[in-house]
């Protein structure tokens, strides 16, 4: 083992530490080491030896009662200080982070450990509640890996190697056999929509700005190479996507919604590029300029038959089929009577 190994190896055994001691102080009360081992995901048997390495090594005191695990004294990392809003803002973050997350974060819940420590009592025990369920969630440890290795390649301006799996069926034509790709890492972006993680940057092997869903990736690697990022970030196309994909050309959607919706609509910008108009009959003619179809038409779809596809002609032709698909598709499952 060279140096700098032997470096980083130390490095990641302190913050091991480090993370456990902040688990440990958020609960001043104990906790049973099963689910401090849960809540970092590690073994129980490594939480235990690290949590006498902190008493002899760090010599940060450990005490254990009735099966209840904790640490003393309050000198070990400075507490961090929010006003009531900001406090309210984790929560709210923490909570919005819980209905993404279809996957335990080991790096989402120890920053929302730390975070933890400098809330109030009552919005701490409920960040606390909500990292119990996230630390519920399944473990994927090729994702988990996957997401550091882009992590680091974001943040070194590093080119990385790809083995990417597109979706195997596609009603848009994107489907095909796994590629390699040679990716520039510009932006590591949370899907609502689908509960996913993307990656977006510039995809040397296709010469254009490209989505990748990070859950297809089958491996990633990082090369030697850096790159200069785009002049002005990419934000500017993020704003045009729907939701994450922002490689695809705009198009001009226009839509009218019911009066039984309209105000619903109305109530909240959709799109940045949203524009309103209230029609004499009661309907509200809603309009926006957005990357590609794919992503708006699944909220259309949401609204069911209170809202009306006016433009693209392309887009109006889908859904309209896909509701004579359901229709012909219900028809048959009709009860009798």
Request: proline residues 6%; glycine residues 8%.
């Amino acid at each position: 083992m060279d140096d700098g190994e032997r470096r980083s190896g130390k490095r990641d055994r302190l913050a091991r530490l480090t993370r456990l001691i902040t688990v440990l102080r958020a609960h001043p009360d104990g906790i049973r080491a099963g689910e401090l081992a849960r809540r970092v995901d590690m073994s129980v048997r490594t939480v235990y030896r690290d949590l006498k390495a902190i008493d002899d090594e760090l010599e940060v005191g450990v005490w254990s009662d009735g099966g209840l695990w904790g640490v003393a004294g309050e000198d070990f990392l400075p507490p961090l200080k929010l006003t009531l809003p900001e406090a309210m803002a984790v929560v709210l973050s923490a909570r919005l982070m819980v209905r993404y997350a279809d996957k335990y974060d080991p790096d989402l819940a120890g920053a929302f450990e730390k975070l933890e420590q400098g809330l109030p009592p009552a919005l701490a025990e409920h960040v606390d509640r909500t990292l119990g369920i996230l630390s519920g969630h399944q473990r994927d440890e090729r994702f988990s890996r996957h997401v550091h290795v882009l992590t680091r390649a974001w943040a070194e301006r590093r080119v990385v190697t790809l083995d990417y799996d597109p979706p195997r069926h596609s009603r848009y034509g994107a489907a095909g056999e796994r590629r390699q790709a040679v990716v520039r890492p510009y932006l590591i972006e949370p899907s609502l929509q689908t509960h996913a993680l993307y990656l977006i940057g510039w995809d040397e092997t296709r010469d254009g700005l490209r989505t990748f869903k990070i859950e297809r990736i089958r491996d990633v690697a990082l090369t030697p190479r850096t790159f200069e990022p785009p002049e002005g970030g990419i934000e500017d196309s993020l704003r045009r996507a729907w939701d994450i994909i922002a490689d695809q050309p705009e198009v001009e959607v226009v839509l009218r919604f019911a009066p039984t919706v309209a105000g619903r609509v109305e109530e909240a910008t959709w799109h940045p590029t949203q524009q309103v108009e209230h029609e004499p009959d009661g309907w509200l003619r809603w309009r926006a300029t957005v990357s590609g179809t794919i992503e708006i038409r699944l909220w259309i779809l949401s609204w069911g038959d209170e809202v009306e596809v006016v433009a693209p002609a392309g887009l109006r032709d889908d859904v309209a089929a896909t509701w004579e698909r359901a229709a012909e598709r219900y028809a048959g499952a009709r009860p009798a009577g």
